[in-house]
């Protein structure tokens, strides 16, 4: 029952964290790489200094967490599907922040 010790909330957190962080460097190194920039340059210029994209981005980082929660749900990991599921809404509440105008 190696699968069962992994059933925990905290793994499902970081587990979420992992996912969005992959999400964030697939989608800077495709932007990197369509633009002929690099990944410092996408995390610099386009996501700290640019107001305009990050909801955007923090939404393909809350994406990139559903096949973890997926995974997790079809093996009946609920307290890891939890944890993944508390990222994508922290997310989420991140994104509305960023949206309703604060800087």
Known sequence: MKVKRWDTFLA???GG????IVGYLLLGSIWGWAQAESLQYFHEEVF????LFKDRILSVCALSIVPAFHLAYRRRMDRFAKGTLF????LVMSIVWLQMGTP
């Not at 700290?48 to 107001?51: A, D, G, N, Q």
Request: charged residues 5%; hydrophobic residues 60%; proline residues 7%.
């Open 12 to 14: 499902g957190t970081l």
């Open 87 to 90: 990222v994508m809404i922290a």
């Open 48 to 51: 700290v200094r640019s107001p």
């Open 17 to 20: 964290v992992l996912s969005a």
